[in-house]
């Protein structure tokens, strides 16, 4: 089956800054998919190529087979959008916006937004200038979801949603996914991803720093804390298999982040000269995504418990 | 096709929706503008004909600001970025928009032919010319609409190009001034070679300029707008050039000082110069075109425009106070901090401030110029003073308009109307109502006032209709202020008590109604000239015939049924009662001159009779005017029979009638109270004051405005009645009169002359003094003039003289 999005050496520069830096990524059909940065990393910019807003600086793209950048239409008849606040025409009334946005996409398109709207009991003849924050979130997915898009593309979709309604919503996306579509989602809310998507990827710096299964990912990423006789003791170099995504000294503590990591390697740690022991620690993504842009964690309880910072 | 059609329809019903608030406010703002321009400034030529001129404000005011509703309004909402989102065609998107605005601007456009229709219709505009329609300074009327849809293109050009609605807004100006500018460097190279473009060719030149620019532009905004629409291209960025250059080049200085600002109000002060530069810069750019044009380019159509364009200048800098940062949310950030209303507000009045200040004193600069080179440059410009009070109301009416109107493309569109509204009844309050010039100061800082009081709840971001009543509480004084000493004044105008208004009904009513008919002094049909016979005729021959067409009493009136009975009451217009009083006295002129001439003392004592039967129809008609008739005949009378040898050689009896009628002093004096009550009391319309009194009012009172004399007329009318009748009552009981004949005096007169200069002193008395010259005009003019002057006294000495053998 062709990926949804696929995305090959993507570059974005603008004056003085580095938007996106050789991007590569496919997403197959049928996932959720997660893409998470802190502020600046990038994620809007790759959103708006996507959509077809922004043409990128080089590389390729290209969104339900279509090149955004060329058919930037087609992609999104296609493709159901939200942004993170939403500005529609807040003059309109719900049952207004959603007859106003009907011809633009196939038939049914209002009738499957009506009963979005009645699901999420929202009045027809109130104006959206009259709607709160999540109420007006409700809306917008309202009319992203109305026409069933191969690509559900996200970008803070739960902001403003009470918690009941986030569930809810959450949940449908699983059922999008399980249906075969496809959720592009964009997020700081790791807790509710780690909960609903089926791959993530973490970008920093205009950089996919990981990208993977949340499952391999989980299994696939380890702290190792290695416990020195000196400080300046120079640990072997680990063998190709194994990624270091971070390394940080306290004192006589070294703290080393490894994808792929194995007994192998735990073997050659501990016999090496200066190390007194090694021990390992599976991490969540929440401290993956830390590691990922922060370089490492600072609040580790290795650390903690080695007194090697304060709690 | 059909799914194209319903998106079609979908795309035209948003544009009509949004257009849609922007058309009623015009039109209503317009409606406003009309109705209180006829209503306040119809007083002179030049201004009524300016009536004309304001329904085509409109159109041109839409095509301005539509392209800023339709797409710099979704730019600043972002809505045009939550719309793209879904699949609208580009192209389909901007000619949706781009049908909109036309259309909108035809229905401006029919709207304002049915106001031009309206205006023409209600005759207010009545005989007075005007160039507005029909041509203007040479430019055809279809050029109006011509230049509108121009404008409107130059409006969405700008709207695609700039992401500012202010800055597109400025940035039409230049535009629309573009077939002029070309046509104007036409003119100045044509002149240069000492040649001349016939006005019409001019005419041509310019549409054939404006339909080109219109075609370019209109494609290049269709080009930006796609672009604008189309994925955005990548900046291209050469990180060697950069890097090379980058090499050369200095330091790039922080812009941000070290320290912070010592006082709260120089941080706004700094906030306000910089969250806009570029409408800023626009704004002072039309700032200083205007006063400059003002002051050196002298007054044309043409050259007209560029001192508008400054108004509208000082106009946008108001609105720039509260609007300029394109939303609210800049201020939002400085209230959640804690910034205090007052020094917010001053720190966005002080830029505004301070350059409508910069703009006078350019004025002031340019005009000082101006005076001192009188051999280079005509140009009369006002004074500083009231130019300083111009600006400061138009910079005050729109920034509380841009504290009103929250939008900024609607508060640029209604601010320079309501600012002309503002300035006309400011000028109607000060040139009408003599509203004194500190009161009118004061209206000018009311608006700057109210948007102080309203800057809490502004800041909070109250939408509410406290926001809106707190706002209203500067506009309600602004209406009034002005009003109230012109009120007080009108309040304090002499007039009839009630009571006396009561009683003098009553006794208007219980007057019996006579049977007598009307009979109106008519000049009798002259026989037609027959000027081959008349040439022939010579010497007494002519002069006999022409006595007999004009002269005689009983030949050149028709004084016949008044010889039947007493059963007429008479109506006499002046011009009769001259020419009567003309014939009569020609008659007596002539006796005198052959006191032998049987037929010439025929023909004075036919006049003596008719002219006693005319006085006493006159004294019994219902019209007050009349009686001045009567007054005037009986005058006529009176001076010819006081002579005692005149009497002893005309017939006895109709000497003795005449007497016995000019000297029935009660009968003249319930003749007068009873036309006086009557006249009053019928005198109600227009038309029937004509009928009735017919005394040319208009001057009463001395000078005033008009406005003001449309308000007391009718109580000045009613307090010359009670003073008339009042006079009446007093000379019957041979009281003195002069105390009234003063009072008479300041309610019609005036101030404008002292009493003893003025038409009831005792000097000008008929009979004080042996003088018997007056003037039927006078008569006419002045009421109740000669009533109990010394003529009635011969009059009635008269009688006594005739019984006496």
């Known amino acids: 089956m062709n990926p949804v999005i696929t995305a090959s050496g993507l570059t974005m520069h603008y004056r003085g800054c580095q ?46 087979e279509l090149d955004p950048t060329q058919q930037p239409l087609a992609v999104r008849r296609r493709i159901g959008y939200v942004s993170d606040a939403p ?70 979709p739960t902001s403003g949603l009470d918690p009941m309604v986030r569930r809810e919503f959450l949940e449908s996306m699983i059922d999008r996914a399980a249906s075969g579509r496809t959720v592009f989602l964009s997020s700081h809310q790791i807790s509710e991803v780690e909960r609903v998507a089926d791959t993530i990827a973490i970008l920093h710096h205009g950089k996919l720093r990981l990208l993977a299964p949340l499952v391999d990912l989980k299994d696939s990423v380890t702290e190792v804390s290695v416990s020195l006789e000196d400080p300046l003791v120079a640990l072997p170099l680990l063998p190709g298999s194994a990624e270091m995504l971070s390394e940080q000294t306290y004192g006589r503590l070294r703290r080393l982040v490894v994808r792929g990591y194995d007994s192998e390697m735990h073997d050659l740690l501990a016999a090496h000269q200066g190390v007194t022991s090694v021990r390992e620690r599976s991490m969540s993504l929440e401290e993956i995504f830390i590691v990922c842009t922060k370089g490492g964690l600072t609040n580790s309880p290795e650390l903690v418990e080695a007194g090697a910072i304060d709690e | 096709m059909n799914e194209t059609t319903s998106m079609q329809q979908a795309l035209l019903w948003k544009e009509v929706r949004q257009v849609r608030p922007l058309i ?69 998107l901007i000619l949706s928009k781009f049908a909109v605005a036309l259309a909108g601007l035809v229905v401006m456009w029919a709207c304002c032919f049915a106001a031009i229709f309206l205006i023409e219709a209600s005759g207010l505009v009545d005989g007075i010319s005007s160039p507005a329609i029909a041509t203007a300074d040479g430019y055809d009327a279809v050029y109006f609409p011509l230049h509108s849809a121009f404008i409107l293109i130059c409006g969405m050009l700008t709207a695609w190009l700039f992401r500012n609605a202010f800055v597109s807004l400025i940035a039409i100006v230049p535009l629309a001034l573009l077939p002029f500018i070309v046509m104007a460097l036409i003119r100045l190279v044509t002149r240069a070679r000492e040649r001349y473009v016939p006005t019409i060719l001019e005419t041509q030149i310019t549409i054939a300029v404006t339909v080109l620019a219109t075609g370019a532009l209109a494609y290049l905004a269709y080009r930006l707008a796609l672009k604008q629409l189309a994925p955005a291209e990548a900046p291209r960025v050469d990180e060697h050039a950069l890097a090379s250059l980058d090499a050369w080049r200095p330091p790039t200085p922080t812009s941000v000082p070290k320290t912070p600002f010592q006082f709260p109000l120089s941080s706004l002060i700094w906030q306000s110069l910089h ?34 364009i ?38 966005r009045q002080a830029i505004g401030l301070s350059l409508v200040a910069c703009g006078v004193l350019l004025f002031a600069a340019l005009s000082w110029w101006t005076l001192n080179n009188r051999h280079r440059v005509q140009v009369d410009t006002p004074s500083i003073a009231f130019v300083g009070l111009f600006f400061l109301l138009i910079y005050s009416v729109s920034q ?116 007598t008919d009307i009979w109106q002094l008519k000049r009798e049909p002259e026989p037609p000239l027959n000027l081959e016979q008349d040439q022939e005729l010579t010497g007494q021959a002519a002069l006999a015939l022409y006595q007999a067409r004009s002269a005689s009493a009983s030949n050149a009136f028709n004084f016949a049924p008044l010889r039947s009975g007493p059963r007429y009451q008479v109506y006499a217009e002046r011009n009769l009662l001259d020419s009567v009083l003309q014939c009569a006295t020609y008659a007596e002129l002539a006796w005198q001159h052959s006191p032998d001439d049987i037929a010439a003392k025929q023909a004075l004592q036919c006049w003596i009779s008719d002219l006693t039967l005319l006085a006493a129809g006159l004294r019994r008609s219902d019209r007050w005017i009349d009686q001045a008739a009567g007054d005037a005949v009986e005058i006529w009378l009176t001076r010819l029979l006081m002579n005692d040898s005149t009497r002893a050689k005309l017939d006895a009896a109709i000497v003795s009638s005449a007497v016995a009628l000019v000297a029935d002093q009660p009968g003249r004096s319930a003749s007068r109270r009873r036309a006086v009550l009557l006249s009053w009391t019928r005198a109600h319309t227009r038309e029937k004051w004509f009928h009735y009194l017919n005394f040319d009012a208009s001057g009463w009172g001395g000078p005033m405005t008009g406005t003001k004399r449309y308000w007391t007329q009718s109580q000045t009318v009613s307090a010359v009645i009670d003073a008339s009748l009042r006079l009446v009552d007093a000379g019957a009981q041979g009281q003195d009169t002069q105390p009234i004949r003063r009072e008479l005096h300041q309610l019609i007169v005036g101030n404008q002359m002292d009493f003893v200069d003025g038409p009831f002193a005792d000097r000008f008395r008929v009979g004080a003094g042996g003088t018997w010259a007056f003037s039927t005009d006078d008569l006419y003019r002045y009421p109740a003039m000669q009533w109990f002057a010394p003529w009635e006294i011969v009059a009635v000495r008269l009688a006594v003289q005739e019984k006496t053998p």
């Open chain 1, 19 to 64: 938007a996106l830096r050789g991007i590569d990524l496919q997403i197959a059909p049928g996932t959720v998919f997660a893409l998470l940065g802190e502020n600046g990393a990038g994620k809007t910019t790759l959103i708006r190529i996507l959509t077809g807003f922004q043409k990128p600086t080089s590389g390729q793209v290209r969104v339900c």
């Open chain 1, 87 to 156: 500005a529609m025409y807040d003059w309109m009334t719900v049952a207004e916006i959603g007859w106003f946005v009907a011809p633009f996409y196939p038939a049914g398109f209002l009738d499957r937004y009506r009963e979005s709207v009645l699901r999420y009991e929202l009045a027809d003849d109130r104006k959206l200038k009259h709607l709160s924050k999540g109420q007006r979130a409700k809306v917008a997915l309202s009319l992203a979801l109305a026409h069933d898009p191969e690509l559900l593309i996200l970008d803070e």
């Open chain 2, 24 to 92: 009623v406010l015009l039109l209503a703002i317009g409606g406003l503008l009309i109705l209180a321009w006829s209503g306040f400034f119809m007083q002179t030529r030049e201004l009524a004909s300016m009536l004309r001129f304001l329904p085509l404000m409109l159109p041109t005011m839409y095509a301005a600001g539509v392209s800023a509703v339709l797409v710099s309004q979704e730019k600043e909402l972002r809505t045009l970025g939550w719309l793209t989102a879904i699949p609208v065609s580009p192209a389909q």
């Open chain 2, 275 to 308: 969250h806009n530069r570029l409408a800023l810069a626009g704004i002072l750019a039309m700032i200083a075109i205007g006063v400059t044009s003002a002051t050196l380019v002298p007054l044309s159509f043409s050259a007209a425009l560029l001192p508008l």
């Open chain 2, 310 to 347: 400054g108004l509208l200048g000082i106009s946008w800098l108001g609105v720039f106070v509260f609007s300029g940062d394109g939303s609210q949310r800049g201020l939002r950030f400085l209230a959640d901090r804690g910034a205090a209303p007052t020094i917010l507000w001053w720190g």
């Open chain 2, 400 to 515: 509380w308009a841009s504290q009103v109107v929250r939008l900024t493309t609607a508060a640029a569109i209604v601010a320079p109307l309501l600012s002309l509204m503002a300035s006309g009844w400011l000028t109607f309050a000060g040139i009408e109502l003599s509203a004194p010039l500190w009161l009118l100061m004061f209206c000018i800082l009311l608006p700057l006032v109210s948007s102080w009081w309203s800057m809490p709840r502004w800041m909070d971001g109250d939408h509410g209709i406290q926001f809106y009543l707190w706002s209203l509480v500067g506009l309600v004084p602004f209406l009034f202020i002005p009003f109230l000493p012109f009120a007080i004044d009108v309040a304090q105008s002499p007039r009839m008590s009630t009571a006396r208004q009561f009683a003098l009904r009553a006794e208007a009513n219980s007057i019996p109604r006579t049977d």
